[in-house]
């Protein structure tokens, strides 16, 4: 096992920390581009003049309710996060650890659902292949839910520190950096879902 | 496409005794984990350096093709793809970090007075992502390769046989990460570990322009990311937002591609301008002029980028509002631009100028950039865009910006700052002659194509008209003369780094930071934290036989002491 060296610039952690969560929050301007370039880009699509059929084939029931359920669970998800960091910083290390168990699972669970709305939709026939109606539905969920892997694997971290108990009053930077980019994502796919179910209309 | 360089042997006596970066720890481990960002600063520039060797093999290769008309050394479709990889190896392989991941790395700790940059290990991660991206468009090569231009346009990006798309769009995309955690990297080094004195109007100004370069890093080329992304998918399933068979739109794909790759064209040339700042500064040892105009240009040249972009779609069948606006604000970059320009010249009159290589490459670069900057103007200008587009006279332009600016600024750098980074002094004559060459050669080969492209030679084509020829035939012998010029410079680092003489620790006579640690410097950059003071006042520097290099003297500082005293009272 290779370990890389120490380096660390910084005089003390909690300059350490600030500069971390600065960093934090320029990736969650980078992730903020990126969704807003392809909503721009739907939005360029969906209202393309040239377009000759209709957007959405008469066949389809429609955004699944599906959507609806994984949004709440979210939106849980971010809650418990945040109770995870209140409980850091009251040093309850039992509390942290659950609340983040809780939000691990709740955002497993989001993944699971889109999955389930990604089912439904295929059993409805809307075909990625087919039309930019179901294209710009697959391709934007599953653009959101690979950020939403992403904060799993760094909720696992987060996670598995909690368990470890390394988290308390004095030392939670871990849990702030990681709800930051959660609670984002939450931002994101409200406007990513207010976007599909506006252009489904 | 790197080579790890480990310690030479015969640095190991260099001024700095034992502790110096290059010593510090050895074998091939400690260079391949490294966190020190000076040496991620040298393992990149081995990497763009290697990859600036394939990307000019290309263009000599396109060049000889285009000495005849018809076919000379390789078929259309050959030639198609030596332009696009010779535009995509130097656009994102080399230009893009050359200067902010590998200079700038080197360079922007010391020269803030930090021990390193503020994630370290994200340092690391952008390089090994820098070396992903560049696997993947070598791989792409084995599995057909690709001819899409570098721009990668819809639809003929989607629907071209060449096998060697989909790798090489997934080499820019991770190399769009590794700029990206730089970017971000810089910006918080910038913020958060500037040390006491360092105020951000003390910073030297190749900071400022690696700051605003930053900023156009993490905001535009996340939208490179998604667009690629997009084509990706597009590509593999037929169908997407830039099919129009669908209803897509391909002009969609243009908008985005130039959403981030004219800011693009700011990550390469603003930390150029930076470098020239210090260059000439240093080297004509005069004060620079206009700091702060200089500092803000840097940043309105950062804001302005993302508001130009459709100066490249003005026969995209773009409405003619949307032509105008664009046009009008493209104009405007020339502002800061001149502001720069005129700022440099200014410090250049009535300095003490020392005709050194790197301010040979200073000079070089004043009147290359003025070349590519006013013919700017002409594609700007809607009319005359419209005859010009396409043609040779904007492959001239932005060569002129990209080669002639942002890659000279490069060379000049690395010649400002290679005794720092080796230990070692190179052939001063040697490096001037290679500059004049290059310099000579870089016009033979792109004023001539200014003339080509404004009777209408188009770019990109394989054949030609007969009466063309003679340009073509200029132009390629410049692009020899230049291969030469840029081979004498190489024999001259080579030489240095086998026998040059050893490094002063200020060998030009700088102020920043970096000239006060040795050279090479020691691992952790300052033994004890670096006194700040104004970084362009010369006044209390002399040279000094003995260390062979410039030295604080210690009487003319008091006096520079107290005459700033004085100034604040």
Known sequence: MVTLPQRD????????DRAARFGMWIFVIVVGMVFAATILGYIVVRLNPHMQAPWRPSSDAGLPY?????TVVLFASSATLHLCLVRARCDDTPGCARFASATYFLGFLFVLLQGEAWWSMWMHHVNIDENLYAWTFYVLTALHVVHIIGGLFALGVVARHASEGRYGAARHNGIVLCAMYWHSL????????ATLWIGSR | ???????????????????????????????????????????????????????????????TELLTPGRTICSAETYNQFFTLHGAIMVFLVIIPSIPAAL??????????????????????????????????????AAGGFDTGWTFYTPYSTTTTTGGVIPVLMGVFILGFSSIFTGLNFIVTVHKLRPPGMTWFRMPLFLWALYA???????????????????????????????PSMGGDPVLYQHFFWFYSHPAVYIMIVPAMGIISEIISVHSHRQIFGYRFIAFSSIAIAMFSFIVWGHHMFVSGQSGLMNTIFSLISFSVAIPSAVKTFNWTMTLYKGTISLTAPMMYGLAFLFLFTIGGLTGIHLATLNTDVHLHDTYFVVAHFHYVMMGSALIGMIGGLHHWWPKMTGRMYNEKMAITACIIIFVGFNVTFFTQFMLGSQGMPRRYYDYQPEFQVYHVISTIGAYIMACGFFTCAVCFAQSLMSGKQAPANPW??????????????????KSPPTVGNCYDFSMLRWDEKEQGYVVDKELEALAIAAEARGHS
């Open chain 1, 9 to 16: 610039p910084f005089e003390d952690s909690l300059r350490s």
């Open chain 2, 213 to 243: 370069t930053a900023i156009i890093q993490v905001l535009a080329t996340p939208v490179l990311a998604i667009t690629l992304c997009l084509l990706i998918v597009e590509r593999t399933m037929n169908i997407g937002i830039f099919n």
């Open chain 1, 66 to 70: 599906t959507l609806l359920v994984s």
């Open chain 2, 104 to 141: 700038g790395n080197f360079v922007l700790p010391i020269m803030l007075g930090a021990k390193d940059v503020a994630f370290p290990k994200l340092n690391l991660f952008s390089f090994y992502l820098w070396i992903g991206g560049a696997l993947f468009t070598l791989y792409s090569l």
């Open chain 2, 509 to 526: 006579g700088g102020r920043s930071l970096e000239w006060q640690c040795t050279s090479p410097p020691p691992h952790d950059n300052f």
């Open chain 2, 1 to 63: 496409m790197t080579t790890i360089v480990t310690p030479r042997p015969e640095l190991l006596d260099t001024a700095a005794g034992k502790d110096n970066y290059l010593t510090y720890t050895r074998g091939f481990l400690s260079w391949a984990l490294t966190l020190d960002h000076k040496r991620i600063g040298v393992m990149y520039m081995t990497a763009v350096l290697a990859s600036f060797l394939v990307g000019g093999t290309f263009a000599l290769l396109l060049r």
């Open chain 1, 186 to 193: 939450d931002v994101i796919w409200v406007a990513l879902y």
